[in-house]
């Protein structure tokens, strides 16, 4: 089956301790991305990356590390994570960018990121 | 990409057709409608897509204006599990570019309830 996978789901933190939430995907894309979502404010791009060793800033990138070692993987990693971080995240895969014909994006179930 | 304008919320009674209408009036040649949804917290999932022509798939058909300035999401017959968040999405046809943010931007969209 076609999916997107995240680890953990839920996750409570405290500030300052260094975290790594996995992605994973099985579809073989070549574009894949970060976002969180939070209250009144709708999902907003962490970070994305286009290729292996590619990535690029997104909206909001600070606080938040990215790597692209492999093909099917992309972790978010929070350095130093801090209350402000306290968000829903996504990851997302699709072929290509998120644009035109069979790039249609591939969502994560989601990791709940909380930060006492 | 091209704003778009989605009503907050509809109702709309199991076995009935959801109808659910994007405007999106500076649309440009090059654009796209996407339609995704967002089950309670879950990953936003895709629905269906478009440029001109109307498309339909297992999901749901999609109707798009002859000006190309709105479109309509039609869920034939919708049941409980309908019920979400639809994000209507105008998005570049483009495969890759350099520079900026390229995340999908995803507005408020229409909550829609699906009644018993």
């Known amino acids: 089956e076609a999916q997107v996978t995240q680890n953990p789901r839920y996750l409570i933190t405290v500030t300052g301790k260094k975290l790594t939430v996995t992605c994973s995907q099985n579809?073989?894309?070549?574009?894949m991305s970060w976002y969180r979502q939070d209250p009144g404010l709708g999902l907003r791009q962490i970070y994305y990356?286009?290729?292996?060793?590619?990535?690029d800033k997104g909206d909001v990138p600070e606080g938040y590390k990215v790597s692209r070692k492999e093909k099917r993987n992309f972790p978010l990693i929070l350095e130093s994570p801090s209350p402000n971080q306290t968000s829903l995240y996504f990851c997302a895969s699709s072929l290509g960018r998120t644009g035109g014909l069979g790039t249609e994006a591939f969502f994560g179930q989601g990791t709940r990121l909380t930060v006492v | 990409d091209a704003k778009t304008t989605q009503p907050t919320s509809m109702d709309c009674a199991e076995g009935r057709a959801a109808n659910l209408p994007c405007n999106h009036s500076t649309i440009s040649g090059n654009e796209y409608v996407y339609w995704y949804r967002q089950i309670h917290s879950q990953g936003p999932q895709y629905i269906i897509h478009?440029?001109?022509n109307n498309e339909t798939n297992e999901m749901a058909s999609l109707i798009i204006t002859e000006d190309r300035k709105s479109s309509t999401l039609i869920l034939p017959h919708a049941t409980l599990r309908d019920t979400a968040v639809y994000y209507c999405?105008?998005?570049?046809?483009?495969?890759?570019?350099?520079?900026?943010?390229?995340?999908?931007?995803f507005g408020k969209g229409t909550h829609l309830i699906i009644q018993p």
């Open positions: 478009g440029l001109k």
């Open positions: 999405i105008v998005r570049v046809a483009i495969w890759y570019s350099g520079g900026g943010a390229d995340g999908l931007t």
């Open positions: 990356s286009m290729n292996v060793e590619v990535t």
């Open positions: 579809m073989n894309h070549e574009y």
